[in-house]
């Protein structure tokens, strides 16, 4: 079982920076592939940025890409999204995910776990 906890959303101007972090309890967080995904209101969750195992592939929706990173830190059970050059449009709910597998993935239901979600909301 791996429990997920999100922190550091928040309010940020367009073209700002901000970074969200993820700390899950669980042993096996170490072979667990992990993911961000976003929800903004009156739509479906979306893919955002995930990451494999041991932090050596990534992958990123086209829409992000260039400006968020994610990373990972299994000695501190953590992942992380540093999003930078934020757009209106970034607004959401953000949500950390983890599955049982070692390669990252972009695909919604291959995720069995999830966080309860940071608000992050990008002004003009």
């Known amino acids: 079982q791996v429990q997920l906890v999100e922190s550091g959303g928040g309010l940020v101007q367009a073209g700002g920076s901000l970074s969200v972090s993820c700390v899950a309890s669980?042993?096996?967080?170490?072979?667990?592939?992990m993911a961000w995904f976003r929800q903004a209101p009156g739509k479906e969750r979306e893919f955002v940025a995930t990451i494999n195992w041991s932090g050596s592939s990534t992958d990123y929706a086209d829409s992000v890409k260039g400006r968020f990173t994610i990373s990972r830190d299994n000695g501190k059970i953590a992942v992380y999204l540093q999003m930078n050059s934020l757009k209106p449009e970034d607004t959401a709910v953000y949500y950390c995910?983890?599955?049982?597998?070692?390669?990252?993935?972009?695909?919604?239901?291959?995720?069995?776990?999830w966080g309860q979600g940071t608000q992050v909301t990008v002004s003009s």
């Open positions: 995910a983890s599955r049982r597998g070692y390669s990252e993935s972009s695909r919604l239901n291959d995720y069995d776990y």
């Open positions: 669980g042993r096996t967080f170490g072979s667990y592939a």
